[in-house]
């Protein structure tokens, strides 16, 4: 550095003698100024080749990456129609107000500004905040959903001001029939933390950029994935403020499935208006394949409150609500399933060689445990007398089916009722069901941490005790009956874009049931037949006058045990103490086109509440819904056959 400081510099005690010296030194100053410079541009030309020949392709992504952007396409949801293909689930379009929030300056000034603009709300901001969160950069994010013509209007005289926000159009879901379909459909929401986890570990979070709900119950829940469709996307050249300046290139989105449900809707409406208010459920069966004509939890709710996310004060009225709207009573309702039974045991005590038909109990109202003072009583005070097989089922003697209990025995008394199904999730397509319990003695030390005894038994021979079960494994377990032993899975599921579901079944669950011993299964059915037709029939007075022969089982189910000594009285107890009613049948009896099963809740004997309402339930079926249902399936048989002769000719 010395000599370049000499180089430039002047002797001062030395002045300039002449002009050549003056003139040497510029020279020297110029020159060594021009090899600078030819050092400063030879870097420049190096770093140019860099950036325009050597590294070209890399510079080039990232310019494009600013320049060029992937905008998610979401894919149209698709629509969900009952048996006949009657709408019940559709989507509707909105407006809303779109924003890239990396492309604003300031975020909470924004906010501020568009609460008087457009009415934006706390909520509003807290969700989008969510949703930016699993949002990736620069992607437009829904800011105010559901905007009014007036809100639209404001916005737009302002919208000079937010170059990064704009109005969109979007799909919500509304589901037609509300509270009458909500246990089935369920509903879509907004896309939480947990489920945006979700769909990241199972890779599906691609599929989901831009979508903002998903499927949370039911149905909508269920076949998540068929009716959600397949993301697309749009290419777009965006300017330094993310305004799309073109498009350039754009793949269209795959709309979801839509979806046939096997629920007769007419149906469906007739049951929610006959439980009215009571607290209960139906299940309507097709007995030839199980398939759910009708499903029914009373009370329910509106689905659509949920559809965009509830206000906490109506979610808030849903969980206080003493009613429980929000669980599903047919799937997870747990009852002691009572006398309903009992024509399930005689099938297995009678393969068991317990009993036979001709098998005789003097039922004298009670029966004392062997060894013991236990007296269990029967619900006839004065009992049934001498009673065989099928008095037993016909008049619903407890004492006759106590003596099977206490001869079955737990392990064989247990083993046989998960054959029909019970203690055991149905495999219903809806992921809201209980298995209930069918005891045994592991449950028993698992849960009690005591051992089984021999008193514990007796009671579930009669449907109490420990046992529980939804309406449909009931409903389930009466089709099996009807079908001599074959198990078919409830299903909702009718089909997917004309593609036929086969109903399906679990193998490793549940296998069609073989009973050698002749005659087990028509002498259950006979005993039902006897419970509508025989004299001492316990639904005889309901089916009164009925114009088809049908077949059932009353069953009373006790909400709390009685003392030794106690009988039970209504009137001295409060109402959610009184007895749940049930009933199960199916019609015509030679030859079943419908089984229902039905719980009450606190509405009292099986018989008189419950009895009744599955009487109108068939008749309604029977007379005004199954003759129409037949003329649909003709008129669609006709048109097929139709299109294939046309088709045909053209060709």
Request: net charge positive; charged share 25%.
């Amino acid at each position: 550095m010395r000599w370049l400081i000499q180089l430039f510099s002047v002797p001062r005690n030395e002045p300039i003698r002449d002009n050549r010296a003056e003139r040497n030194l510029f020279v020297r100053r110029a020159l060594i100024a021009f090899l600078g410079t030819l050092v400063l541009a030879a870097v420049l030309l190096t770093n140019l080749y860099h950036l325009q020949v050597r590294d070209f392709d890399k510079y080039q992504t990232r310019s494009n990456g600013n320049r060029i952007k992937l905008l998610p396409v979401p894919p149209t949801r698709g629509l969900i129609y009952d048996r006949n293909g009657t709408l019940l689930a559709e989507n509707l379009t909105f407006f809303g107000l779109y924003i890239v929030p990396e492309k604003v300056d300031d975020l909470d000034r924004t906010f501020e500004e568009l609460r008087a603009i457009i009415g934006l709300t706390d909520d509003d901001i807290e969700q989008f905040k969510k949703e930016r969160r699993r949002s990736t950069r620069y992607t437009p994010i829904l800011l105010k959903p559901n905007l009014t013509e007036e809100q639209i209007a404001r916005f737009a005289v302002n919208q000079y001001n937010y170059p990064s926000a704009n109005v969109r159009p979007y799909f919500k879901r509304n589901y037609l029939y509300g509270e009458t379909m909500t246990h089935i459909l369920g509903y879509v929401s907004k896309i939480n933390d947990k489920d945006a986890e979700r769909l990241k570990k199972e890779e599906k979070d691609a599929n989901y950029a831009g979508t903002t709900d998903i499927g949370k119950l039911g149905i909508e829940r269920y076949y998540e994935d068929a009716l959600h469709g397949t993301a697309g996307y749009e290419q777009v050249e965006i300017n330094s403020r993310g305004k799309v300046i073109r498009k350039l290139n754009e793949q269209q989105p795959i709309a979801g499935q839509s979806i046939h449900l096997t629920i007769d809707l007419p149906l469906q409406q007739f049951v929610a208006d006959l439980l009215g208010k009571q607290k209960g459920s139906v299940v309507v069966l097709d007995p030839k394949d199980s398939s759910i004509l009708a499903m029914v939890s009373s009370p329910s709710y509106d689905n659509n409150l949920f559809v965009g996310g509830i206000s906490g004060a109506d979610y808030k009225r849903l969980l206080e609500d003493e009613n429980r709207p929000l669980y599903s009573r047919a799937t997870q309702g747990a009852y002691p399933p009572a006398s309903t039974v009992k024509p399930f045991v005689a099938v297995a005590a009678l393969t068991e060689g317990v009993v036979t038909t001709s098998t005789t109990v003097s039922d004298p109202g009670y029966w004392i445990l062997p060894n013991t003072t236990k007296k269990f009583r029967d619900w006839k005070k004065s009992g049934h007398g001498l009673t065989d097989l099928q008095k037993a089922i016909t008049e619903s003697s407890d004492t006759y089916f106590y003596q099977v209990a206490y001869k079955m025995g737990i392990d064989r008394l247990s083993e046989w009722m998960k054959k029909f199904g019970f203690g055991l999730p149905t495999g219903v397509d809806i992921r809201e069901e209980t298995a209930a319990i069918m005891p045994d003695r592991e449950w028993k030390q698992k849960r009690h941490k005591k051992p089984w005894v021999m008193g514990d038994t007796i009671p579930v021979g009669i449907g109490q005790g420990y046992w529980t079960a939804t309406p449909l494994q009931l409903a389930k377990a009466t089709a099996v009956l009807v079908n001599n032993g074959r198990v078919n899975t409830p299903h909702l599921m009718k089909e997917m874009h004309g593609a036929s579901i086969v109903p399906y079944k679990d193998p490793l669950l549940y296998e069609d049931i073989q009973s050698p011993t002749d005659g087990a299964w028509a002498a259950a059915k006979r005993g039902m037949y006897g419970v509508i037709h025989g004299a001492g029939g316990t639904g005889r007075k309901a089916f009164a006058s009925a114009s088809y022969d049908a077949a059932g089982k009353s069953g009373t189910a006790q909400v709390f045990s009685l003392k030794e000594g106690q009988r039970y009285d209504a009137k001295s107890l409060q109402k959610h103490l009184h007895d749940h009613a049930w009933f199960m049948g199916y019609a015509p009896y030679q030859d079943p086109k419908i089984v229902v099963a039905i719980i009450l809740e606190n509405a009292g004997g099986g018989s008189s509440a419950a009895a009744p309402v599955v009487r109108k339930v068939m008749d309604y079926y029977l007379h005004q819904r199954l003759p129409k249902l037949m003329q649909l399936e003709e008129e669609r048989a006709k048109s097929a056959v139709q299109k294939t002769t046309e088709t045909a000719v053209s060709q």
